[in-house]
T-cell receptor, first 117, second 114 residues
Framework: GAGVSQSPSNKVTEKGKDVELRCDPI?????LYWYRQSLGQGLEFLIY????????KSGLPSDRFSAERTGGSVSTLTIQRTQQEDSAVYLC???????????????FGEGSRLTVL | AQSVTQLGSHVSVSEGALVLLRCNYS??????LFWYVQYPNQGLQLLLK??????LVKGINGFEAEFKKSETSFHLTKPSAHMSDAAEYFC????????????FGGGTRLMVKP
């Protein structure tokens, strides 16, 4: 597709279950970012990929959170043993910039809304 | 390290009135500054960006912002609000060094009254 695609758009899960969120960036974009948007909060940086490697994963809130990227394209964010405080919209963005400093535009997907009951 | 403060989580204006959304930043390196807009149930869309060229930056939909280094501000303005401007607006800062991420402010929800 032409834009950043995220799935699922909505996910409701029970506390303690694992979830996987997928991001398909714009073709040719080497840099990929995950952000979390909680109710009433701004956007919180989670992790950044350059190609398949993650030079900066400093924003992951706990070891229950992990992410990978394969083939320099699709990325999956996994949350294990979900907690209610994990409820948020998880946004993915990509850019062509090779060095990660986004002097250009980040292109965002529409997000995956996660609700943990 | 960078940070962004957006004054006012909610701003309400009448249609046709001036829009002013405030953003102050902190950065240890020369900053790149951005305004993004998020319409309901959509992703973020770039409105405009400052990357050390002209201090007055014009963006889409009639918005503009002025970089004021002395005030560490990058306020967003539009002379005349339209109903379609109702959305959430995010200010963001990035340092110029490689690997530096966008740091976002808390967002300002703009409401436009008829």
């Amino acid at each position: 597709g032409a834009g950043v695609s995220q799935s699922p758009s909505n996910k409701v899960t029970e506390k303690g279950k694992d979830v996987e969120l997928r991001c398909d960036p714009i073709s040719g974009h080497t840099a990929l970012y995950w952000y979390r948007q909680s109710l009433g909060q701004g956007l919180e940086f989670l992790i950044y990929f350059q190609g398949n490697s993650a030079p900066d994963k400093s924003g992951l809130p706990s070891d229950r959170f992990s992410a990978e990227r394969t083939g320099g394209s699709v990325s999956t964010l996994t949350i294990q043993r979900t907690q209610q405080e994990d409820s948020a919209v998880y946004l993915c963005a990509s850019t062509r910039k090779g060095q990660g400093a986004p002097t250009g535009e980040l292109f965002f997907g529409e997000g995956s809304r996660l609700t943990v009951l | 390290a960078q940070s962004v403060t957006q004054l006012g989580s909610h701003v309400s204006v009448s249609e046709g009135a001036l829009v002013l959304l405030r953003c102050n930043y902190s950065s240890s390196v020369p900053p790149y500054l951005f305004w993004y807009v998020q319409y309901p149930n959509q992703g973020l869309q770039l409105l405009l960006k400052y990357t050390s060229a002209a201090t007055l930056v014009k963006g889409i939909n009639g918005f503009e912002a002025e970089f004021k280094k002395s005030e560490t501000s990058f306020h967003l303005t539009k002379p005349s609000a339209h109903m379609s401007d109702a959305a959430e607006y995010f200010c963001a800062v990035s340092g110029a060094s490689a690997g530096n991420m966008l740091t976002f402010g808390g967002g300002t929800r703009l409401m436009v009254k008829p």
